[in-house]
């Protein structure tokens, strides 16, 4: 193509057209998986929720009575928050820290061989699985970090607003790379840390860079780690753009009202999948992209959804036709559910692959989102389950009838894509393959 | 020798602002007053610009100074074509993220402020400005490690986009840091925003080798700021 010249002494080519998998690249394998959601702690009790399409949300009280559109959600139980800070004293007023330490601690402990010492009240914890093989045979130096969060330590700077007491730690977690820094340290994870911070896409794109870190051959092992709070900060914000619905969400429902926050960690550790011996997950296509039209909206045209799924199944070498799961967005809220029901139609046509959403099992975990989604995906995979839609009542007549309402087995769940769109226009998609089953 | 080059760059600081052709200028003298003392109020887009732009004004400044940098390469985005506007990838850096809008919804909560209040709301401005759609990425580097530019590079070694914009903006209060952060981890506040546009080697006359630098030492370098770059950097704008 030809280049299309722009200002003087400016001028930008055409980029690659082609499949951009590369013959003979490395194969990335989701190896572990950590959890704390509103569903408790660790996959079990995830994945029994998934099976029962048992939601999650709930009023919560040490939010309610503010004013607030809604305090429904998916809040961590206080029993779990208990739990976590008698383990950790230091890092009590550290909530973010607290989610994402105990996902990491979930993670290490699922990891081939055992783990480490589990989060206190987690399945793993009971069976008292220790270090594992595969993290202690990774140098810390080839051990690396990816943190997804939006908001990270807020609670921090709502403190000391309120001129409260707070810790220095909780503070300095306020700036979501310092708490990747320290979740690093805390690991022993040497390796390369990044962090990224881009509205609800982040656990998308953290999976994404962590994938290139091993891809690119700069990590062995690499924990990405989504974590955000059920905060003041987020509830004022979404009260006043008035998208909670008080009743919980109903994500592509006809009667749908709005989202249900939620607040939690996911962690997946990602490794060569030479490293591994049991079937696994793969990552083998990412996409994302911007729909250059609005801040706190989505396009209505579902085009830039639609780009970054071409993108993800172009870099998995992989036709729309051959995706048998779609893990939606599905917000909840009006405007979002109608531009993935138009981006889904736009990318497989007439015959678009089941899809459901997890919002309802614990709310918008925004920057946790991509990570505890993914995860989801997983026990799917795993399973060889097609998930329901917790929350789901009546079905939109204008979105694909191939909506999941409750969940069924599946005949054969090899191809996945997951996807997720966010503030400032922004979009991204996973394509993911199972090798089992 | 890489195919790809930088094709312009930009700086903006509290030592003035340009680009790779036009070398750093000295503010105009009704803001350079302000903007040293970190009164970007000061800043308007007609400061330095003719073009329009109705949405500046409800802006947060990150988002302000991330959009000006942009404008700034005055690389001629108005006249790509929409194919190409779809090859256009973005990747933010910030360290100081949006901490200082953080702090003004709290103080008084607007709806019109909690928009901004996300480090990667200055990518969905320059996205909707110029209409780019292509690959997206915000990061907050952590101990040092930028990686824009290198995300960037990724991108079009892949095949992934025709070009990027890669843009470094950070804007932290001296007292703010200092309220939040311990002696040892606090920044010394202040503000800059630079930009660079990487794409395939053309022939072209501002086309410039890509070195292994962080992107803001890498703008300061290629708009002028030449051999004293590396002390400027620490000495006067640096945010950690």
Redo the contacts between chains.
């Keep these: 193509m030809d280049?299309?010249?722009?200002?003087?002494?400016?001028?930008?080519?055409?980029?690659?057209?082609?499949s951009?998998r590369r013959p003979g690249a490395t194969s990335v394998a989701i190896a572990a998986s950590g959890e704390v959601t509103a569903l408790g702690l660790g996959r079990e009790r995830l994945e029994q929720a998934v099976r029962a399409n048992a939601g999650g949300l709930r009023d919560c009280p040490r939010l309610a009575g503010k004013g607030y559109q809604s305090t429904v959600g998916g809040y961590v139980p206080d029993e779990v928050w208990r739990s976590l800070r008698e383990r950790d004293p230091a890092h009590a007023d550290a909530p973010a820290f607290l989610l994402a330490d105990a996902a990491l601690r979930e993670a290490r402990a699922d990891l081939p061989g055992g783990g480490c010492q589990a989060a206190p009240g987690s399945p793993n914890a009971r069976t008292g699985r220790r270090d594992s093989s595969l993290f202690d045979s990774v140098p810390a130096s080839r051990r690396g970090l990816v943190l997804s969060t939006?908001?990270a330590e807020?609670t921090?700077?709502?403190s000391?607003?309120r001129r409260q007491p707070g810790s220095?730690v909780a503070?300095?977690h306020?700036?979501?790379?310092?708490l990747?820094?320290d979740l690093g340290a805390a690991h022993d994870i040497a390796g390369?840390?990044?962090?990224?911070?881009?509205?609800c896409v982040s656990g998308l794109?953290a999976i994404q860079?962590g994938a290139?870190l091993i891809e690119?051959d700069k990590a062995d092992l690499v924990f990405v780690i989504g974590v955000d709070l059920f905060s003041d900060?987020v509830l004022?914000?979404f009260t006043?753009?008035r998208s909670l619905d008080p009743g919980g969400c109903r994500p592509f429902d006809a009667g749908r009202n709005g989202l249900s926050l939620g607040e939690g960690a996911g962690a997946v550790a990602l490794a060569r999948r030479d490293a591994l011996a049991s079937p696994a997950l793969l990552v083998t296509g990412w996409?994302?992209?911007?729909?250059?039209?609005?801040?706190?909206g989505p396009s209505r045209d579902g085009s830039?959804l639609a780009?970054a799924m071409h993108?993800a199944l172009k870099?998995a070498g992989v036709a729309p036709r051959a995706i048998d799961f779609v893990h939606a967005h599905g917000t909840g809220t009006s405007y979002n559910d109608a531009m993935e029901g138009l981006a889904l139609r736009s990318v497989f046509g007439a015959e678009v692959p089941p899809y459901c959403s997890s919002k309802g099992l614990f709310g918008h975990t925004l920057g946790a989102a991509g990570l505890l989604e993914t995860i989801v995906c997983l026990i799917a995979a795993r399973q060889q389950l097609l998930p329901g839609t917790p929350g789901l009542r009546s079905p939109d007549p204008a979105v694909p009838d191939s909506l999941l309402q409750k969940p069924r087995p599946a005949r054969s769940l090899r191809r996945l894509l997951k996807i997720n769109a966010g503030?400032?226009?922004?979009n991204a998609a996973l394509a993911l393959e199972w090798e089992g089953g | 020798m890489s195919q790809f080059a930088i094709?312009?760059a930009s700086f903006m600081g509290r030592e003035g602002c340009g680009n790779d052709?036009t070398g750093l200028r000295p503010w105009p003298a009704e803001v350079s007053g302000p903007l040293e003392r970190g009164e970007l109020e000061a800043l308007r887009w007609s400061t330095l610009f003719d073009s329009e732009t109705s949405r500046f004004g409800r802006m947060d400044m990150l988002s302000r100074l991330g959009l000006m940098a942009v404008e700034l390469l005055?690389?001629?985005?108005e006249?790509?074509?929409a194919a190409?506007?779809?090859?256009?990838g973005?990747c933010v850096e910030t360290?100081s993220?949006c901490?200082a809008t953080?702090?003004l919804?709290?103080?008084m909560?607007?709806?019109s402020t909690?928009?901004y209040?996300?480090?990667?709301?200055v990518?969905?401005?320059i996205?909707?400005r110029?209409?780019?759609?292509?690959?997206?990425?915000?990061?907050?580097?952590?101990?040092g490690?930028g990686?824009s530019v290198e995300t960037a590079l990724?991108w079009?070694n892949?095949?992934?986009?025709?070009?990027c914009v890669c843009v470094s903006c950070d804007l932290m209060d001296k007292r703010f840091a200092a309220?939040?952060?311990?002696p040892h981890?606090a920044p010394s506040g202040g503000w800059q925003s630079c930009a660079v546009?990487i794409?395939?080697r053309?022939g072209?006359?501002?086309g410039q080798p890509w070195r292994p630098e962080p992107l803001p030492r890498l703008a300061r370098l290629l708009v002028g700021l030449g051999g004293d770059a590396r002390g400027a950097e620490q000495n006067s704008s640096s945010l950690w």
Aim: glycine share 12%.
């Design positions: 280049p299309a010249v722009t200002a003087p002494g400016v001028s930008i080519a055409a980029g690659g057209g082609e951009s939006t908001k807020i921090a700077l709502e000391a607003i220095e503070r300095r306020l700036f979501p790379a310092l990747a820094a390369p840390v990044q962090c990224v911070s881009i509205a794109l860079q290139l690119e900060f004022s914000g006043m753009l996409g994302s992209s911007n729909d250059a039209n609005h801040l706190t830039g780009l993108r870099k503030f400032g226009g922004v | 094709l312009a052709r005055d690389a001629g985005f006249t790509l074509e190409r506007r779809d090859e256009v973005v360290r993220g901490t953080d702090d919804f709290l103080q909560p607007l709806a909690f928009a209040t996300l480090p990667s709301t990518l969905g401005e996205c909707i110029h209409r780019f759609r292509g690959p997206v990425l915000c990061l907050l580097p952590v101990s490690q990686g990724g079009l892949r095949g992934e986009a025709g070009a309220s939040m952060l311990s981890d546009l794409g395939r053309t072209a006359r501002r």
